[in-house]
């Protein structure tokens, strides 16, 4: 009879755990693993679009959606799917852009950026009205294309604005009425659409997995975002409490999250 009353607290407390446990194995709602991943990429409706080299994967927070190869065009250095239904994939080793379409397949022939003699680009961004930026290390030159691919806009000799000796960018994106320009030591130039220099701000070096948004950008390591606006604060973002500590990146929006460590993918959904 004594016993009892040790045995019963000790068995709900155990009921707890194994429901805890539960609990936090259906934390995520789908897990992947993706070797030699490169980079990703959120899209506006919630897709998460993953790359290697040669391949291509969308992912929602609850499945694989689709996956592409892309064998012919070389290694994919950078995808921008702002536009998901019309993101731009950049070969920079071929020198050639691809528009793609909300399944990751091209919606035509790639563009060799040769012809317009620019196949030195280091980084390119989609820009409003189906255009698109590419910015040229070698030249320090920011160029704006249209949609029909006439230069509209052409802004040289970016080190003198910015007063940089160079610039290896890592990641550019339009957002809002402003283009960033991010290079591999953590410089952020700031420019208006219209290829007005407005600041340049110094950061930590970046890491994987940027994000847009209209008063700046993001970057995701280790469970932190470090945001980086046109105002040129940098200002940590805890990641949400649910998604876990050791994550080496994460991402998401509006209750999807990824979190990456190594080559395993876990996807999350929170309402």
Request: net charge neutral.
């Amino acid at each position: 009879m004594g016993a009892d009353k040790y045995i019963k607290p000790l068995a709900f407390c155990l009921l707890c755990l194994a429901l805890a446990g539960i609990t936090k194995a259906q934390d995520a709602h789908f897990k992947d693993h993706f070797a030699a991943w490169k980079d990703a990429r959120l899209d506006p409706r919630g897709t998460f679009w993953i790359w290697s080299n040669r391949e291509l994967r969308l992912y929602t927070s609850d499945s694989l959606f689709l996956s592409q190869s892309f064998n012919a065009l070389g290694s994919i250095h950078s995808i921008d799917p702002s536009n998901p239904l019309k993101a731009l994939a950049f070969f920079k080793e071929q020198g050639r852009l691809v528009f793609l379409d909300n399944s990751g397949s091209p919606l035509a022939e790639s563009i060799p950026l040769m012809d317009f003699g620019m196949e030195q680009a280091t980084a390119a961004c989609l820009s409003y009205d189906n255009g698109f930026w590419l910015f040229l290390s070698n030249e320090m030159r920011l160029v704006r294309f249209d949609k029909q691919l006439n230069i509209t806009l052409d802004v040289p000799n970016v080190h003198l604005l910015a007063q940089v000796n160079q610039l290896q960018p890592v990641f550019m994106a339009e957002a809002g009425r402003f283009v960033f320009l991010l290079d591999q030591i953590g410089t952020l130039l700031v420019f208006d659409i219209f290829g007005g220099f407005i600041q340049k701000s110094q950061g930590p070096e970046p890491g994987k997995c940027m994000d847009w948004h209209t008063g700046g950008i993001e970057d995701a390591r280790q469970g932190i975002r470090l945001f980086r606006s046109k105002k040129g604060m940098n200002l940590p973002i805890k990641s949400p409490d649910a998604l876990p500590k050791n994550a080496e990146y994460w991402m998401g929006k509006e209750g999807r999250y990824l979190s990456i460590s190594g080559d395993s993918l876990s996807f999350y959904r929170f309402r």
